[in-house]
């Protein structure tokens, strides 16, 4: 699992990157076994792997489930940030790639562009995943972040100061405006009593997003546990916000 994670986050997501990083290294490998290499470059690659192991065996080891589809390598899954010393620390080594990959034919005039236009090639594919990426990129999130305004406009006109809502992955929606719960228990006994715990002065919703597994788990768990699901909202589409009745 390790090596499938370090796979995914290091080459599949940003492909060209981690293909010129991957034989930039190779080749920084094959100058320190030929010692045409300088101590600070050796001690500079020393530390990177040493931290490259550690980063693999306690980060990487994990089954990683943050989005729907697990196998899925996404820019936006946060996991991400665990990763990104390891590209700061391959930058060099993508450079030595290039500029080896020029060296390599120096009488053809093609190939004395090719640093230049691996450079370039590097940027552009960066600048699409960052940027232009139609479902992870920035602009999507932007429309992604104009979307859940809209929809806590709705939340602002529907829900009671005093509201409580299951939420499962959508709490960043609610929170701090109201009190979250992200996830029921199992037991179905367990999830009466915490409602029991918690009523007074309280109104319970629950916020169903089809596409998030943890909210599927929840409202399985409320139907388990007899609760009742009034609708009061459909908010997006496979979006409905419930009032709850215990």
Do not use: C
């Not at 989005?67 to 996404?74: A, K, Y």
């Not at 936006?76 to 790639?97: C, D, G, K, T």
């Not at 006109?157 to 996830?183: C, H, M, Q, T």
């Amino acid at each position: 699992r390790a090596g499938t994670n370090a796979l995914h986050y290091l080459v599949t997501i940003f492909p060209f990157y981690g293909l010129l990083s991957v034989l930039g290294f190779g080749l920084f490998l094959r100058g320190v076994v030929q010692r045409s290499v300088s101590s600070v470059q050796r001690w500079y690659g020393l530390y990177g792997i040493v931290f490259l192991f550690w980063l693999v065996a306690y980060y990487g080891s994990g089954l990683i489930g943050e989005i729907p589809e697990n196998s899925t390598v996404v820019l936006s899954a946060s996991y991400i940030r665990y990763w990104l010393p390891v590209y700061l620390w391959s930058m060099p080594f993508v450079a030595h790639a290039i500029l080896t990959i020029g060296q390599w034919f120096p009488s053809s005039a093609f190939f004395r562009f090719l640093p230049s236009i691996f450079f370039l090639l590097v940027v552009l594919s960066s600048f699409h995943t960052v940027i232009l990426d139609a479902n992870h990129g920035l602009l999507a999130v932007r429309r992604r972040l104009e979307e859940s305004v809209a929809k806590q406009r709705v939340f602002a006109r529907v829900l009671p100061e005093n509201a409580l809502v299951i939420a499962g992955a959508a709490d960043k929606l609610f929170f701090p405006s109201y009190r979250v719960i992200v996830e029921l228990p199992t037991n179905p006994a367990m999830v009466r009593k915490s409602l029991a715990m918690l009523s007074g002065d309280v109104s319970f919703y629950f916020y169903d997003v089809v596409l998030d597994p943890l909210s599927r788990a929840n409202r399985e768990r409320l139907n388990a546990a007899d609760i009742s699901l009034n609708p009061v909202s459909t908010v997006a589409d496979g979006e409905t916000l419930y009032r709850l009745k215990p």
